[in-house]
């Protein structure tokens, strides 16, 4: 798994032609499934797990994160109502904030209201990004929980939509690889 940041990456204008037209495109996404891996290392917990994630809008998503291993599995449910958390036994729990209880659960402060756009490679235009010679984001830095974490588009997919296969976060402390197999839109 690759845990370095990639150096020598060449920018251009983000006001580039041929980004602004993916960047109108990515936004037209607004109902997707990404299928995957998630890898997580830190000075104190390392593991990987299967991830599929479901989003149809802010008010309803699905996010299963599962082992083969093990065959253990964690659905987080969001809906108008609530957000549910689920294990394999039928254990759950309930919380009004899906990033607390998701750290609570698996260790991990995962921001999944800025997720359904990074994981589509679309940025949050408020921050500073930077855009790749290929005409996709690069990187970007963003503030979670006052660390720094950066976010850096290792590997796009080919096609009309060209969406990310290789995501890597990182902070001082923790890295966490995305590698999505199939995206569904």
Known sequence: MET??????????KHDRTWQQHLHKIKQIQSYTAEGKVGYISSKKRFSTHFRWQYNNPQFY??????TLTGDQVVLEKNEKDIRITDTQGHYRTAENTETLLKEIIGIAIPLSQLTSWLKGQPNEQIDYHVGKNHLLA???????NQLWTIDYLKYSTGSVPLPEDILLKNADQTLK????????
């Open 4 to 13: 370095q940041r990639p150096s020598n990456v060449q920018y251009i204008d």
């Open 62 to 67: 699905t996010l299963t994160l599962s082992s």
């Open 139 to 145: 990187d970007f830095f963003y503030f979670i929980e």
């Open 178 to 185: 995305i590698k999505v197999d199939s995206w569904k839109y």
